[in-house]
């Protein structure tokens, strides 16, 4: 498709053509109507204006076809635009297997990405190569933002709490505008940047030199930081303990929980599971496990929920423990929590001291008493 109206921005992805065809085509169809509806107002306005010498007897009062015509083919004709817009919209937030990743976190403002695998970190600007899909997963750290590539006809939702998906190939290289497309505050209209869709021979040299990453680091390898520097393994050691059950090939695991429940875990249920562990508990725990929400940002749950999908599959990328694992008594029982991964000495366990993040021992008891008094004073309390 050739046609663009003046002003309209070009069209630099394989989406943008599809839309712009479905966009035409509404225009097209607007413009038809206004013109039949606006047309007949105006003719028999002049035709019938008073003065006028015309038959006006016998004025029609229903006419059973006309009104069978006005209303089916408008009807049909929606009907037909609706099915064509949800197709479009499917393929859009259907990413294709194949192709890059890249992470995108709105924040008051400004626009984070992170790119899947090679980790390249980027503000404000996105380095992308023609003619390979890109899916976006999104997630705002604060308000409702929204993403928008007018070059790409590339728009979508970007919310706090939840990832969102969708996808680009772009067609030309250039350097195309980026902005927020969601009123989110002061500084909206400040939110943007730009898209730089390379070669993929400029791109492959611009991914070997790191980007503009003053520390590139895969995703994987930040996440393993950021899972030390929360002391995670305090908990999660390489088998299930008393403290916490291992996170070895807890991505894509069946997981039962004690309100009943049962989930496969994805990468939604990792971050949920960090953010607020009390929603779901594994049976066989308690509600001991601190919640991150606040501590860890968007930015940080990004790799970290990644190094969780890895471990267990690479040998050298599992958790390891960094607590001796706790003695276990016998004839105890704990009359609260029925599972089989419980081991008797769970009460023990529970008075045992361990180092939290911030240097203080805390019985398991005592962290729980005083995550309740205050979670978000926990919070800061842990992380300063
Ligand atoms: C104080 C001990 C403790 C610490 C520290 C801790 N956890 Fe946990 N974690 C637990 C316990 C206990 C459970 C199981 C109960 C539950 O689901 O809340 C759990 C459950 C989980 C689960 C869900 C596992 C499943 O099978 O559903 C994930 C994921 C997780 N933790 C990740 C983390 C990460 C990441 C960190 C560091 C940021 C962390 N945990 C720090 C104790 C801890
Ligand atoms: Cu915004």
Same mark, same amino acid.
């Given at each position: ?186 500084q909206h209209a400040e939110m943007g940047g730009y898209v730089y869709a390379m070669t993929p021979e400029a791109y492959a040299q611009w991914k070997e030199n790191g980007g503009n990453d003053p520390q590139p680091m895969t995703l994987t390898e930040r996440g393993h930081l950021i899972f030390n520097r929360f002391s995670c393994a305090n908990c999660h050691a ?97 009359? #609260?929590?029925?599972?089989?991964? =419980? /081991?008797?000495?769970? &009460?023990? *366990?529970?008075?045992? %001291?361990?180092? #939290?993040?911030?240097?203080?021992? =805390? /019985?398991?008891?005592? &962290?729980? *008493?005083?995550?309740? %008094? ?6 800061n309390q842990i992380h300063p």
């Open positions: 498709m050739n046609f663009n109206l003046p002003l309209a921005p070009t069209r630099a992805s394989t989406f943008a053509d599809k839309y712009d065809l479905l966009f035409y085509t509404i225009l097209f169809l607007s413009v038809v109507f206004t013109v039949i509806v606006f047309g007949g107002v105006l003719f028999f306005a002049i035709r019938y204006r008073r003065g006028t010498k015309v038959n006006r007897s016998h004025p029609p009062h229903e006419h059973l076809g006309l009104e069978i015509t006005w209303s089916l083919i408008p009807l049909l004709l929606g009907l037909a635009i609706f099915a064509w817009g949800a197709k479009q919209f499917i393929y859009f937030v259907t990413p294709p297997k194949k192709g890059l990743e890249v992470y995108c976190v709105g924040k008051q403002w400004m626009w984070h990405f992170q790119h899947a695998g090679s980790g390249i970190r980027e503000n404000n600007e996105l380095h992308v190569p023609v003619g390979i899909p890109v899916t976006v997963t999104m997630i705002s750290q604060d308000v409702i933002h929204a993403l928008y590539i007018p070059e790409f006809r590339f728009q979508y939702q970007v919310v706090p709490g939840r990832y969102t998906q969708a996808w680009f190939q772009a067609t030309k290289p250039g350097v195309y505008h980026l902005f927020c497309n969601m009123y989110c505050g002061t390489d088998q299930d303990n008393e403290r916490a059950p291992t996170l070895n090939g807890v991505f894509g695991k069946k997981e039962t929980y004690t309100d009943g429940s049962s989930y496969k875990i994805d990468a939604e249920r990792l971050r949920e599971a960090i953010l607020n562990p009390y929603k779901h508990i594994v049976l066989g725990y308690g509600d001991t496990m601190p919640a991150y929400q606040g501590a860890i940002s968007e930015e940080d749950l990004i790799p970290l929920v990644t190094y969780l999908e890895t471990l267990g599959k690479n040998p050298t990328a599992g958790a390891t423990s960094s607590v001796n694992h706790v003695k276990t008594g016998t004839g105890v029982s704990d009359t #609260t929590i029925s599972s089989p991964r =419980l /081991s008797t000495g769970v &009460l023990q *366990a529970r008075q045992q %001291k361990f180092p #939290t993040p911030n240097g203080h021992n =805390l /019985s398991v008891n005592a &962290l729980a *008493a005083e995550r309740r %008094k205050s979670s978000s004073q926990y919070q």
